[in-house]
C-alpha cells in the first residue's frame, strides 16, 4: 500500500488516483485462434481527470475499458479501484463497487426499452438499495442536470439519440461515482448531439469527476486533457492535449454557422 | 434490496413487456383449460352412465349371446354364432319361478316419419315388464300391455327428443308414426332421461319385442334380462340362468350381473376417460412449447437486459429473484385464469354433455404448465445471471 501511494505521488502529483491497472492482459479465444486484446497495460487514473483511451478498432481499447470499468476481468495483471484491488472479488461484490464508484455511457445507449427515462435511471439507486422516494428525487435532479428535465416520463423510443444518451449519462452520474467511463459515447450521434453530449461530459468533469473517454475519433479525443494512444493491445504514446476542444465553444461556432447560412 | 422490492422490478418487466407476458400467460391458459375440460367431460360421461345403470337396481342380470370373456371388452358382436329367441326367454322365466321378471330386448336401429319429418333413432322393445328395466318416467299415456305384446300390436312409446322432434307442437298421443315404412299408433311418450348402458335414451322408441321381431323380419332377441326379486339373489339367480341356458348354447353366451356389467362399462368408459386426457395432454404439451418458444425467444432482449442491470449494480440475486417472480406471477395467473375458464367452459357445456371436474386433473394441469412455465422463465436468466456483464451485453 505505502508503494503504491509513492507512485501515485509520482504519476499524479497531488491528485488521488481513482482507478489503476497494473500489467492488464487480456487473451480469448475465437473460433480456435488465440486474440490478444491485451498485453501488459498500465495505467492510471487520476482524480478529476479527463482522459481520453485512444486506438484503431481491434487495438484493445474497449476490452480495456470494460476491464477497468469490472465489466469484464483480466486474464493477468490487476485492477485497483480507489486503493482497493478488485483481482480476487467475488461477482456480487465487483456489482457493489461497479453501482457504487462507477458509471458507463455506452456507444449504443443501452437502456431498457419500454421503460420511461426516470425509471432507467433509477435503475443503478434500486440495487444501492435507496428508498422510493429518495430515488425518485435523484433521478430527476439527474436528468436536470443533462437537461432532460422535461422528458420525465419518454420511453427511450420517444427520444432521439442524443437525448437518449443523456438519459444514459444522467444513469451514469446518478449514484454520484468516482469515474464515468465513457466507450465512443458519440458514435452513434449526429455531430450536433454529439457535441451535447461532449459539453455534458466536460461540464461533469470541471465538477470534479473523473471522465474516461474511448473513442477512436481524434476529434473527441481531444476534448479530454490526457490521451493514451493503444496499439495492439499495448499503449503506445501518452500526450497531454495543447489546444483541447471545448465543446461550448464548438457548438456556439456551429449555431453561428447555421445563422449564417 | 428487499423483496418487495423485487417485486416491483418484476411488475415493472412485465407492464414494459405486456405482449410477452400475455402470449407466456396463453399457452399457460390453454393447457390448463383443455385439461381440466377434457377430463371434466371423460368423468361426467363414465359418471352418468355408470350411474344409469346403477339406477336401475342392483338385481338385475344381463344375458348376452356370444362369450363376451373370450372376444374381449368390445362386447357382444365378435363371436356370435347363435342368436337368443323369445323362447330362450320364456325357458328361462318358466324355469325361474313366478318371482323373477324376464325381459327379452331388441335393440336396433330405425327410420320414423311424420308427415314430411324424418329421424333416425333406436328402436328398444321389451315385453309387458319393461318398465321394471327400463326405468321409464311417463310425461303423458301408458307402457303397452301384455295383450299388445301377444298380439305384436303397432303401438310406440316416443323418447323425449324423438317427441319434440316430430311432434314439436302438438299432443303425440293417438297419432300416427311411420316405422321403417309402417304405420303405429303413439300410446306415450317418456321424460329425459339422459344417455345410459344403451346409448341415448331420450333418442328411442319403444315398442313391444314382437312387435319389433315382425318389423325388423326376425325371430332373434338382443338380449335377455332378469330382475331377481331379491337383489341378495342375483348370483344364483346369475348361477341358474346359465345352468338353463348351458345346454343350449354351451359356451357361447354370457351371463352378467349389473355390478359385473357395471364393471366391463366402467372399464371401456375409463378408456375413453384416459383418450380425451391423453388430447389433454397434447394440449398440455402445445402450451408448453409455445411457452418455452416464447422465453427463448426473448432470452436474447432479456439477456442484454440483464447485462444493463448487472453492469450498474445488480447483483445475481437481484437477477435471478426479479426473474423468478416474474416467471411464478405469469404462471400462476395464467394457471388461475386457466382453471377458471376450465371450470366456466365445463359448466357451460354440461347442458350438451355431461362434466364432472376432478381435481387431480386441475392439481396436474397447473403445475405441468407453471412448472414449464417457471422453469422456461428462470433457468436462461440463471444462465445469463451468470454470465460477465459484458457478454451479457454483448449478447446477440
Known amino acids: 500500500m505505502v508503494e503504491n501511494n509513492d507512485s501515485v505521488a509520482a504519476m499524479c502529483l497531488d491528485a488521488r488516483v481513482v482507478l489503476e ?171 450536433r448531439s454529439g457535441m451535447e453530449v461532449m459539453q455534458i461530459l466536460q461540464d461533469l468533469n470541471d465538477q470534479g469527476i473523473t471522465v474516461v473517454l474511448v473513442t477512436h475519433d481524434p476529434l473527441v479525443a481531444k476534448h479530454a486533457r490526457r490521451v493514451v494512444h493503444l496499439a495492439d493491445g499495448r499503449i503506445v504514446e501518452e500526450e497531454i492535449v495543447k489546444e483541447r476542444y471545448i465543446a461550448r465553444d464548438r457548438l456556439a461556432a456551429l449555431s453561428t454557422e447555421e445563422a449564417h447560412r | 434490496m428487499n423483496i418487495f422490492e423485487s417485486f416491483r422490478i418484476a411488475l415493472r418487466a412485465l407492464n414494459a413487456n405486456k405482449v410477452r407476458s400475455i402470449l407466456t400467460m396463453l399457452g399457460v391458459i390453454i393447457g390448463v383449460a383443455a385439461v381440466i375440460l377434457l377430463v371434466a367431460i371423460g368423468t361426467g360421461v363414465q359418471k352418468e352412465v355408470t350411474g344409469s345403470i346403477e339406477g336401475l337396481g342392483s338385481n338385475l342380470v344381463f344375458a348376452f349371446p356370444g362369450n363376451i370373456e373370450e372376444s374381449g371388452a368390445g362386447g357382444p358382436g365378435g363371436t356370435i354364432t347363435k342368436q337368443f329367441t323369445i323362447e330362450d326367454a320364456d325357458l328361462i322365466d318358466r324355469r325361474l319361478g313366478p318371482d323373477e321378471i324376464v325381459v327379452p330386448v331388441i335393440q336396433a336401429a330405425a327410420t320414423l316419419k311424420v308427415g314430411n319429418r324424418e329421424m333416425r333413432t333406436t328402436v328398444a322393445a321389451g315385453n309387458e315388464y319393461s318398465g321394471e328395466v327400463f326405468a321409464a318416467d311417463y310425461v303423458d299415456g301408458r307402457g303397452y300391455r301384455r295383450s299388445e305384446v301377444q298380439a305384436a300390436s303397432r303401438v310406440v312409446i316416443l323418447g323425449s327428443r324423438v317427441r319434440d322432434q316430430l311432434f314439436p307442437l302438438r299432443d303425440p298421443i293417438g297419432e300416427t308414426v311411420d316405422v321403417n315404412g309402417q304405420r303405429f299408433t303413439v300410446i306415450g311418450h317418456v321424460a329425459s332421461q339422459g344417455g345410459s348402458l344403451t346409448g341415448d335414451q331420450d333418442n328411442q322408441v319403444f315398442m313391444p319385442v314382437t312387435t319389433a321381431q315382425r318389423l325388423l323380419g326376425t325371430t332373434d332377441i338382443s338380449i335377455i334380462i332378469i330382475k331377481a326379486a331379491d337383489p341378495e339373489n342375483v348370483n344364483s339367480v346369475q348361477a341358474q340362468v346359465e345352468r338353463i341356458l348351458k345346454p343350449r348354447f354351451g359356451e357361447e353366451f354370457s351371463v352378467f350381473t349389473q355390478a359385473q356389467t357395471l364393471g366391463i362399462l366402467s372399464d371401456l368408459l375409463g378408456t375413453l376417460t384416459v383418450m380425451l386426457a391423453g388430447i389433454a395432454g397434447i394440449s398440455l404439451l402445445v402450451g408448453g412449447i409455445g411457452i418455452m418458444n416464447i422465453m427463448l425467444v426473448s432470452v436474447s432482449e432479456r439477456t442484454r437486459e440483464i447485462g444493463i442491470r448487472k453492469a450498474v449494480g445488480a447483483k445475481t440475486y437481484d437477477i435471478l429473484s426479479q426473474f423468478v417472480i416474474e416467471a411464478v406471477m405469469l404462471s400462476v395467473a395464467g394457471g388461475v385464469i386457466g382453471i377458471v375458464l376450465g371450470w366456466v367452459g365445463s359448466a357451460a357445456l354440461s347442458t350438451v354433455v355431461p362434466t364432472e371436474i376432478t381435481p387431480w386433473a386441475v392439481a396436474l394441469a397447473f403445475l405441468f404448465s407453471a412448472g414449464v412455465g417457471i422453469f422456461f422463465g428462470v433457468y436462461p436468466a440463471y444462465r445469463a445471471s451468470r454470465l460477465d456483464p459484458i457478454e451479457a451485453l454483448r449478447y446477440e
Open chain 1, 21 to 191: 491497472a497494473r500489467d492488464v492482459s487480456k487473451c480469448y479465444t475465437l473460433d480456435e485462434i488465440e486474440v490478444h486484446a491485451l498485453r501488459g497495460v498500465d495505467l492510471q487514473i487520476c482524480e478529476g481527470q479527463m482522459l481520453s483511451i485512444m486506438g484503431p478498432s481491434g487495438s484493445g481499447k474497449s476490452t480495456l475499458m470494460h476491464i477497468i470499468g469490472l465489466l469484464d476481468h483480466p486474464s493477468n495483471g490487476s485492477v485497483t479501484v480507489e486503493g482497493e484491488d478488485v483481482s480476487d472479488m467475488e461477482p456480487n461484490e465487483l456489482a457493489a463497487v461497479r453501482n457504487q464508484r462507477i458509471g458507463f455511457v455506452f456507444q449504443a445507449f443501452n437502456l431498457l426499452a419500454r421503460t420511461s427515462a426516470q425509471a432507467n435511471v433509477e435503475l443503478p439507486l434500486i440495487y444501492s438499495g435507496l428508498g422510493g422516494a429518495e430515488r425518485a428525487r435523484k433521478a430527476r435532479e439527474a436528468l436536470e442536470r443533462v437537461g432532460l428535465g422535461d422528458r420525465l416520463g419518454h420511453l427511450p423510443s420517444q427520444l432521439s439519440g442524443g437525448q437518449q444518451q443523456r438519459v444514459a449519462i444522467a444513469r451514469a452520474l446518478v449514484t454520484e461515482p468516482s469515474i464515468v467511463l465513457a466507450d465512443e459515447p458519440t458514435g452513434n450521434l449526429d455531430s
